[in-house]
């Protein structure tokens, strides 16, 4: 594991041991022709399909808007993402990393490169990988209306950064030039989702909101200086949320444009009592 992560994670190896990292294979591929492209990929496996999962949406994703800057759906394995120069492929408990380099390109020339090699390099493996396509329950349960394309964050603790909340899935959405996250949750047992609502309900200003499922608080949590509200509530073994999008709400923004880019509280309240029906 050390060596893997000298050699293949470049300091990034506590961030892949955090989702479960169990093996890497690493591959190498050359232009027969003579060039100096080359393809390189990584295979790495994960202790679960959850943890695999999660380490895809976390590349895929990164730290930016996925509105801005996502890369293109590629229609392999259980989930592909193609980019100028990378492709990401899931399955089961298995990730791949594919990278094309070619020093000679242009970035056009790259980005032409990067599509006639890497789309049947990534499916073909795709369909190699054993293990199930299916997305992980949590993220199969989002709802795919105006789901942002490639727009999951799948956390396998802590979700939302809040302690304790566990793992659970993130969609990112767009409608119109509204934005807002939904939040989804799913344990073994109702007690168990209980617990998981308790844990919002102990957020620092958490209060009840009433008349969404079985039960649920509304809160707020602090991003770069801003408030992302909350509304998070349970239906049987099903935990779910509503909140604000933190890529576009802002520390001190008027409360015109908050309600431009976001939904009001009503609009979160109505849309969560129907997810949790």
């Not at 964050?153 to 767009?174: E, H, Q, R």
């Amino acid at each position: 594991m050390d060596a893997i992560c000298t050699e293949a994670f470049d300091g990034e190896c506590e961030v892949y041991k955090g989702f479960g990292l169990k093996r890497v294979v690493q591959l190498r591929y050359i232009d027969g022709a003579g060039s100096p492209g080359s393809v390189e990929i990584y295979l790495s496996q994960f202790a679960t399909p959850e943890g695999a999962y999660g380490m895809f949406t976390k590349r895929v994703v990164a730290d930016a808007d996925p509105v801005e800057s996502a890369p293109r759906k590629l229609e392999a394995g259980g989930a592909g993402a193609l980019g100028t120069g990378r492709a990401y492929v899931w399955k089961g408990p298995y990730l791949v990393e594919i990278q094309y380099a070619n020093e000679q390109e242009t970035p056009v020339q790259m980005k032409a490169s990067s599509e006639r090699l890497l789309v049947p390099i990534g499916t073909e493996i795709g369909q190699k990988l054993p293990g199930a396509a299916a997305l992980p329950p949590a993220a199969a349960k989002l709802p795919t209306d105006k789901l942002v394309p490639l727009g999951i964050l799948f956390s396998p603790k802590d979700v939302l950064g809040i302690d304790g909340a566990g793992p659970g899935a993130a969609g990112f959405y767009k409608d119109g030039e509204k934005r807002y996250r939904l939040l989804s949750i799913l344990r073994d047992d109702v007690d168990q989702a209980k617990d998981v609502l308790k844990t919002f309900g102990k957020v620092k200003g958490a209060a009840e909101e009433k008349g969404v499922g079985e039960h649920a608080h509304h809160l707020s949590v602090t991003k770069e200086g801003a408030k992302v509200e909350w509304v998070v509530g349970r239906a049987g073994k099903v935990v779910m949320g509503i909140g604000d999008e933190e890529y576009v709400v802002k520390q001190g923004m008027a409360p015109a444009d908050r309600e431009k880019l976001c939904l009001t509280h009503e609009e979160k309240s109505a849309k969560l009592r129907a997810l949790l029906k």
